[in-house]
């Protein structure tokens, strides 16, 4: 069985063997029955507990050897002394993928914990068995209706796989849930970030990989599979255990060296990874990647209601390399065309004297204003200011966003959103499909910047292969 | 009268005549009146309009002498050229106050433009009426149910006093409204920045001030009156306009200069304003200085129930210089007590291995962990990190942080909040008076870093005045 294969039985098990599953349910139990009758999970699962015959109305069995099938993946949730005694029951029984969920193994301060944690590898080892973890979430897969997580999360089928070193990525972030398909490596002690990265290279339903990388022992794989998976789908890494206290924390959260963050840096850009600073951050590229069309280049439109935020556009798209471009001459005319004629018209285009000095209604005026920037050849992308003081406004704009993606699909159209009815406006905007509404210029210039960082990339890799 | 008595009849007038309100009304109108009786202004407004004898019930005059009252206020909204002759009205009526909504003076390309702004400073400096704008959206007062602005406005009453070169901020950012009272100064042809800031210093009801500045011709008097004002209440400012292109862009919006970023840096910081990046920051740190109490110092204890966003909001504190300290021996011993003994324990906290591992229920080892931490003499304010995966754990969250400000009130408490219930979560945890929520460790610890930053000014003027 190939490692893509193998990781597919973790993150996608038709059944799973459950030991270690609590009669205690209802609040405070944490309860990984509970969440998966409320997921409707599609697969079988078999939970073991040898002090009952039933929890939820699910029947249980007193040990793995009385599990009446060898299931595709068991899921173990023990006390540390009892983890490694469960790992060859599982392995005995024949069952081929084990995540180990118990802490208390690499990421313990005692020499116990590691020693087990050898043990658990040299049986996987030995054995063929794959094992995910210790001290680990597990997996989630949205289309299954599955997750091994003790939190109940959110899912949402979004083409979104997640490689982490915490499940709390699979809480999900404010502006993006990360499951899709997710898998947390934990303490990695056999199955790493190398194997998920092959699994998600060949899934299908992943398009685009979001990587929470803390440290990890060969970073030469790594990158030499991360480079290749990044020519397939966008690859977007938040590295952590940047300062002194963060590195040390990482050593005892998953036993991982930090490394030096600067390497960092550059071995992810040359690999094509986009990385990332914050979490917010992960939430806008992830974001923009399954939505926006690349642009062709940095020239940006910048078509605004208000004249000062216009300006702070304009310094958020310098401030990450976006160039607000000179328009054409034509572009020039046409916006004059609508402006009263004292107006500085230019870009930043302040289209609202049109509407409230000209009288043109304000649809019109902005479809008018949008149509002659996306049609200039200097544009690669247009950045709208909007301000959302009423949550109808966000229905005129999904129209002329509509209307801007069929007519320009190449040109993507972001927009920067204040006020009271910010989110139902972005909603209306997104329902679109191909536009993103940004809470700043900001976020919408930088994810921008990220599309054309990955572009350009690709066109290096392209020339590179060519040229050789 | 002195300019803050001025200033004061232009953002509290008992009364106003609005020269050039339309008699069109409903959706697309943009109808000063509308907008006013949906506030409920507590004032009365004298519309002037010679082509009928009623705007939606309310009484119009055909001219300003006409009008029954020398009202506090005018408000000016005609096509450019009628501009100065309606100024001339409303200075002859006696009227000592005047707002001038219209575009097209400096702000126009044509010569036409500036003319015409001469001419009304001159109409000014000769009467001792004082003019504000052209080109602006006027002024907004949530107490006073009162807006100038052609668009609709939501108004909270929340201590914060705008200053702005752009009325696009009445409509307010995100995470906070920034009306309180505002005043765009738009083309400031008369009143001007330094004018509010001596109308602010005085005013009672506003206790944080957000400036945005594109640019202005006196900066050595700003300077002065801000660092003045800066002593007595908080004063955050957006400086804009900072690239060519953006810098070319203030001119034709409001006329101003934008001169050079770096001075501007230097200068804000010595006067003791908190300069802000963009909008989220505005929005984060005005929040911070209207609910927070100031850190006495930059030792944090970060508070988690993941390694993983640890050891994040660990690398966020270190980016803005706040030290995620060792705690004493004695939080140590306490934390140990709680915890299962193989897992090293320290700062980030991560209290989960209490719940899962040790059986404590999760709200009383949260309380217990987050008391061993207010507690240590060190910390000197709590970067808490929460899922927010479910909206009832807004409610244990609440009543934690309810226990923490009575017990410790020096030292703020923030978090960091993630997850689909974000929104719910927050506002329960902000429901407490004296906590925040943050959607990323960055913008929690950057907040707190400003709190520390205004502090630092105070106490350096401070032993500077003893020092002399």
Chains 1, 2 share one sequence.
């Not at 939970?47 to 009385?66: C, F, H, M, Q, W």
């Not at 068991?74 to 006390?79: G, Q």
């Not at 899912?155 to 398909?181: H, P, W, Y």
């Not at 607000?324 to 004297?353: I, Q």
């Amino acid at each position: 069985m190939t490692t893509p294969d193998q990781i597919r039985l973790i993150v996608e098990p038709r059944s799973f063997t459950a030991v270690g599953v609590s009669r205690r349910t209802g609040p405070g139990s944490y309860n990984l029955l509970e969440h998966l009758v409320r997921y409707g999970y599609k697969g079988h699962v078999y939970p073991v507990n040898p002090y009952t015959d039933e929890i939820l109305g699910i029947k249980t069995y007193p040990r793995v050897s009385a599990v009446p099938e060898v299931t595709d993946l068991a899921l173990i949730s023990l006390p540390r002394s009892s983890v490694v005694q469960a790992v060859k029951d599982c392995i005995e029984k024949g069952i081929k993928a084990i995540i180990i969920i118990s802490q208390g193994f690499a990421d313990a301060n005692d020499e116990e914990g590691r020693r087990m944690q050898d043990e658990i590898v040299a049986l996987a080892k030995s054995s063929g068995t794959r094992i995910l973890g210790p001290n680990t979430f597990g997996v989630a897969n949205a289309a299954l209706r599955f997750c091994t997580a003790y939190l109940p999360i959110p899912m949402e089928e979004n083409g979104v796989g997640t490689i982490s070193q915490t499940g709390a990525t699979f809480v999900g972030l404010n502006d993006i849930r990360l499951v899709g398909k997710a898998i947390d490596v934990g303490d990695a002690c056999d199955v790493d970030i190398v194997d998920c990265l092959e699994f998600f290279e060949q899934d299908d339903d992943t398009r685009v990989l979001a990587l929470h990388i803390e440290g990890m022992p060969d970073a030469k794989r790594f990158l030499e599979t991360v480079q290749r998976v990044a020519l397939k789908k966008p690859v977007v890494a938040l590295k952590t255990g940047r300062s002194g206290r963060s590195a040390q924390a990482v050593q005892s959260h998953t036993g991982a060296l930090a490394g030096r963050d600067e390497l960092w840096d550059v071995a992810l850009r040359e690999a094509g990874v986009v990385r990332v600073d914050d979490i917010e951050e992960l939430a806008d590229t992830l974001r923009a990647f399954l939505t926006l069309s690349a642009p062709g280049g940095n020239g940006i439109g910048v078509m605004t209601p208000t004249g000062g935020f216009g300006i702070i556009a304009a310094d958020a798209c310098s401030k990450f390399d976006m160039e607000v471009v000179e328009f054409t001459d034509g572009t020039m005319a046409g916006l004059r065309a609508l402006s009263p004629e004292w107006l500085g018209v230019g870009n930043p285009v302040d289209y609202f004297p049109g509407v409230s000095i000209m009288g043109h209604p304000r649809d019109e005026m902005e479809l008018a204003a949008m149509r002659l920037i996306m049609a200039d050849e200097r544009v690669d992308a247009v950045l709208g200011v909007m301000g959302a003081f009423g949550p109808e406004l966000g229905d005129d704009l999904a129209a002329m966003a509509r209307e801007m993606s069929r007519d320009f699909p190449d040109k993507p159209l972001v927009y920067f959103l204040y006020g009271p009815f910010f989110e139902q406006v972005r909603a209306k905007l997104e329902s679109v499909g191909t536009c993103l509404g940004f809470s700043s210029p900001e976020r919408a210039a930088r994810a921008l910047a990220h599309l054309l960082r990955r572009a350009a990339f690709l066109s290096r890799y392209e020339a590179s292969r060519k040229g050789g």
